[in-house]
């Protein structure tokens, strides 16, 4: 495993995160729909700069009230239950994944860029040289091929246009993507060493939290990303797809993310790559009032290439799991037809025969009989797996024609 990729993770043993808003398809779960005689949505109120989201995790791993003295994010003893394996195995694979991902975030969140004067391009120098991005970065904003968006940019930081003043709020129709392309200057001694880092669009931008307010107004607002870090011996892409604000659903949220490491090819050894693909969505229950009453479905599939582009669907591990925050109950489904000892997978898959569509209570990890959780709507027997995909696939990797050194 190369240092790069240990860096990434911070001391977790693996780690895991654009992906088309297509590639996962979200699942319906006896889940509300906006009533059609609900009124318009009022205006977009649009933040007075442009910040990058703080995080796009939805947690999967908070305990609810029943069982927060078992501590399931991270358990300091065995329950004993035939599912607590695979039910642990989920909140590690979700956590994990994040956890690569808020790296990346921590240090863009910090930039805050004019929206007013509408910005296209942007620098930072003298960063501190153990930043993640090194001693620079630059980032411009303009319209370029991304997969997954199918509206034009504004190509500027203002999602209502380039040619005047932006405004503080606008119609929602009136809103265009803001899409970026970011270098990094990893080197720390030479002005020409700029090399791609990052692309990705907003269609909905962040929203940072009012200090002077009681409530909590932070949003990472919806969009993509795709990041892609190099090194002597590996290359990692990964990425997210979030959907974080829905004036119609306010509970709902979706975070899609991929982490792909491959390894170089040398004499001895061939290019080798994992595909690390994690869907996590929140949906709110019928008449939800507040975000604990939420329906949580997380899907993973994970598959080795040996080369790369040589991936069999048939060898990979699936695995599906559903809980609802104000219940004791979890269902899930593991697949595990990986052919041989995985590389770089999220997290270490259980050892456990595989199953399907199994119930258990949350409290116990013991199983119980599969009516109770379709009782309570949290049945995966119909939730679709990821598809298998591999390392090449253009979701997965920058645009194909980010420019080698930047625009300005």
Same mark, same amino acid.
């Given at each position: 495993?190369?240092?790069? =990729?240990?860096?990434? +993770?911070? *001391?977790? !043993?693996?780690? /895991?995160?654009? @992906?088309? %808003?297509?590639?996962?398809?979200?699942?319906?779960?006896?889940?509300?729909?906006?009533?059609?005689?609900?009124?318009?949505?009022?205006?977009?109120?649009?933040?007075?700069?442009?910040?990058?989201?703080?995080?796009?995790?939805?947690?999967?791993?908070?305990?609810?009230?029943?069982?927060?003295?078992?501590?399931?994010?991270?358990?300091?003893?065995?329950?004993?239950?035939?599912?607590?394996?695979?039910?642990? =195995?989920?909140?590690? +694979?979700? *956590?994990? !994944?994040?956890? /690569?991902?808020? @790296?990346? %975030?921590?240090?863009?969140?910090?930039?805050?860029?004019?929206?007013?004067?509408?910005?296209?391009?942007?620098?930072?120098?003298?960063?501190?040289?153990?930043?993640?991005?090194?001693?620079?970065?630059?980032?411009?904003?303009?319209?370029?091929?991304?997969?997954?968006?199918?509206?034009?940019?504004?190509?500027?930081?203002?999602?209502?246009?380039?040619?005047?003043?932006?405004?503080?709020?606008?119609?929602?129709?009136?809103?265009?993507?803001?899409?970026?392309?970011?270098?990094?200057?990893?080197?720390?001694?030479?002005?020409?060493?700029?090399?791609?880092?990052?692309?990705?669009?907003?269609?909905?931008?962040?929203?940072?939290?009012?200090?002077?307010?009681?409530?909590?107004?932070?949003?990472?607002?919806?969009?993509?990303?795709?990041?892609?870090?190099?090194?002597?011996?590996?290359?990692?892409?990964?990425?997210?797809?979030?959907?974080?604000?829905?004036?119609?659903?306010?509970?709902?949220?979706?975070?899609?993310?991929?982490?792909?490491?491959?390894?170089?090819?040398?004499?001895?050894?061939?290019?080798?790559?994992?595909?690390?693909?994690?869907?996590?969505?929140?949906?709110?229950?019928?008449?939800?009032?507040?975000?604990?009453?939420?329906?949580?479905?997380?899907?993973?599939?994970?598959?080795?290439?040996?080369?790369?582009?040589?991936?069999?669907?048939?060898?990979?591990?699936?695995?599906?799991?559903?809980?609802?925050?104000?219940?004791?109950?979890?269902?899930?489904?593991?697949?595990?037809?990986?052919?041989?000892?995985?590389?770089?997978?999220?997290?270490?898959?259980?050892?456990?025969?595989?199953?399907?569509?199994?119930?258990?209570?949350?409290?116990?990890?013991?199983?119980?009989?599969?009516?109770?959780?379709?009782?309570?709507?949290?049945?995966?027997?119909?939730?679709?797996?990821?598809?298998?995909?591999?390392?090449?696939?253009?979701?997965?990797?920058?645009?194909?024609?980010?420019?080698?050194?930047?625009?300005?």
């Amino acid at each position: 495993m190369s240092d790069l =990729f240990k860096k990434i +993770v911070g *001391g977790i !043993a693996f780690a /895991a995160t654009a @992906l088309t %808003l297509a590639l996962f398809q979200p699942a319906s779960c006896g889940l509300t729909t906006p009533s059609p005689a609900a009124p318009p949505a009022p205006p977009a109120e649009l933040p007075s700069a442009l910040t990058f989201p703080q995080s796009v995790n939805i947690e999967f791993g908070e305990p609810s009230e029943e069982t927060a003295s078992l501590n399931l994010v991270r358990p300091l003893v065995p329950i004993g239950g035939e599912f607590f394996d695979a039910i642990q =195995f989920g909140f590690d +694979v979700n *956590g994990r !994944a994040n956890d /690569a991902v808020q @790296l990346f %975030l921590d240090e863009l969140n910090k930039l805050e860029i004019p929206i007013n004067p509408v910005t296209r391009t942007f620098e930072v120098t003298g960063r501190a040289p153990d930043t993640f991005f090194g001693d620079a970065i630059k980032i411009d904003f303009a319209e370029f091929n991304f997969p997954g968006k199918t509206e034009a940019c504004t190509g500027c930081t203002c999602p209502t246009g380039c040619d005047t003043a932006c405004p503080t709020e606008a119609p929602e129709e009136d809103l265009k993507p803001v899409c970026y392309r970011i270098w990094s200057n990893p080197s720390f001694d030479s002005d020409d060493a700029y090399i791609p880092l990052a692309a990705g669009f907003m269609t909905r931008l962040a929203v940072k939290d009012d200090p002077a307010t009681p409530e909590d107004e932070t949003n990472a607002g919806n969009g993509a990303f795709s990041i892609r870090l190099e090194d002597e011996s590996s290359i990692i892409n990964t990425g997210a797809v979030y959907v974080h604000r829905n004036a119609a659903r306010p509970f709902d949220k979706t975070t899609d993310l991929f982490n792909v490491p491959t390894g170089k090819a040398t004499e001895t050894t061939t290019t080798r790559a994992t595909v690390n693909l994690i869907s996590t969505a929140q949906k709110g229950l019928q008449g939800a009032t507040n975000a604990s009453q939420v329906l949580k479905t997380l899907r993973f599939t994970g598959s080795q290439e040996v080369p790369v582009g040589a991936t069999d669907p048939d060898h990979a591990i699936q695995y599906i799991a559903q809980f609802r925050e104000d219940a004791d109950f979890w269902s899930g489904t593991l697949q595990n037809n990986l052919q041989s000892e995985p590389l770089d997978l999220t997290a270490e898959p259980p050892d456990m025969e595989n199953f399907t569509d199994e119930c258990a209570q949350l409290s116990t990890a013991i199983g119980v009989e599969e009516l109770t959780c379709e009782d309570l709507g949290i049945s995966v027997g119909e939730v679709p797996f990821i598809d298998v995909k591999t390392s090449t696939d253009p979701t997965l990797n920058l645009p194909a024609d980010f420019p080698a050194i930047p625009t300005f």
